[in-house]
């Protein structure tokens, strides 16, 4: 499926203030990204945040609104606070997790929020600005570019 440059996320928090990201190894560099993925064409943000939060974490999701857009790739990226409604964290089945895949691991798993400056985290801005906020934000604009 062809997708445009745009890009939708979401941020899921647990009880132990930790962020679901995933860890990414990639031509012998770590870092860990926000569930998300690239919007398909004739698809929505929302419906590819949804859908990318089951392919990479196995979770089913509702979106409560969008924490911030994240400028990268001259698009606004939105990143949605999303709440877990199902699934098994872990179980993702997405074309990241097939045995033939070749570029790179991908391991979901919970971050605590105040380890998120000291982590390789992309996009930093967002990473950020949640180790430094304890209460969510909303439509924030945040740049990487």
């Given at each position: 499926m062809v997708r445009t440059k745009l890009r939708s996320a979401i941020i899921l928090m647990n009880d132990q203030d930790e962020v679901a990201l995933i860890r990414r190894e990639k031509e012998n560099v770590l870092y860990y990204?926000?569930?998300?993925?690239?919007v398909e064409y004739g698809?929505?943000?929302?419906?590819?945040?949804?859908r990318e939060a089951f392919e990479e974490l196995g979770v089913?999701?509702?979106?409560?609104?969008v924490a911030a857009y994240v400028a990268f790739n001259n698009e606004l990226n939105p990143y949605y606070w999303a709440k877990m409604t199902g699934g098994e964290f872990g179980?993702?089945?997405?074309?990241?997790?097939?045995?033939?895949?070749?570029?790179?691991?991908?391991t979901p798993m919970w971050i605590k929020r105040s380890a998120l400056p000291h982590l390789p985290v992309?996009?930093?801005?967002?990473?950020?600005?949640?180790?430094?906020?304890?209460?969510?934000?909303?439509d924030l604009t945040l740049s990487e570019e």
């Open positions: 990204v926000f569930p998300g993925g690239g698809h929505t943000t929302e419906e590819t945040a949804v089913h999701v509702e979106l409560e609104g179980t993702g089945t997405g074309e990241e997790f097939q045995e033939e895949q070749t570029n790179g691991s991908y992309r996009p930093p801005s967002l990473a950020e600005k949640l180790a430094s906020h304890e209460e969510r934000f909303y």
